[in-house]
């Protein structure tokens, strides 16, 4: 019952969004004259990019599952962790759940292996691009004398965010493990305790590190490459520096699922990045609706086939 009106609560809030977007740009109808100057063969080159983008992603997870469980393969994991994008972009964390049971039906990896996997991805993910995205923009401010302290600290802010939650999450689960607590809270304490301490065990094996440095550094380039092709086809041109901000946000975005497809979510962190770098909100909220629009084109067609070849296996496997 809880589950269930949290699920309502979320679709509830993601319909409010929507209701606010619709809003806004019916109360600034000019803004929609952009439409009108949409390159569609940009859009069309997006296709790939967006796909591309999610093959490397995908990489960086199976990575750390096979150093740890090495009879998992690659086609017969893509197949549902696919799935698992494709469920997440309609129930929040659905697919999460499907994959973790699929991964113990078919690889017989357990649970908690899974989620400190998935999350030790996640956490290396945001912290790189958070780094990597620093290191630009300060070089960058050198180089050209121009600086904008609002980007630059808040993304130093959400880095050391990401570098110390982790730690003393395990120092606190580690003084509360100590004190006498019985039934659920000191099962979650140590199952809490566990997985940070899974999570750290994947990131320093040096192998898995120095794979992640490298799929990390090609999925922030692509990924640089994607919204420049974005911001292309809306005509609008802000430079390296202001893709980088972009870049960050979009990985980031899909790491943790809060809403359906985190709808309204990014769409307004578009449009407030966007005015940081004088473009309107609008340019942003449009750049995101594009973006959901064309990655929600290759994850269906994708869906379809995938589907479409399981039918046929099966039906050659009855014949």
Known sequence: MKKRLILIIRYFVALLMLISIFVYFRRNQDVLKLLKDVDIKYCVLLLPFIFLSFVIGSANLFILLKAKHKGIFWLKWFRFHFVKRFLNMHIPQSGNVYEAIKMREIFGIDILSYTASFGAVNWFNACFNCAIALVVLLAWTGFSGQ???????????ILSLLITVPPLIDYFCLRVGKLAFSG??????????DLVRSMREDILDVHVFFKLLFWNTLLFCVGIATLFIGFKTLDVNIGLKGLIPFVVLSLMSGLVSILPGNIGIVEYAYGFLGSAFNLTISVGILLSLMFRIVTYVVFLVTFLVLASVSVLKQRRELI
Do not use: P, Q, W
């Not at 659920?184 to 305790?193: D, I, L, M």
């Open 147 to 157: 600086i904008n302290l609002f980007i630059i600290f808040g993304i130093l802010f």
């Open 184 to 193: 659920a809270v000191s099962t979650y304490v140590h199952k809490a305790h």
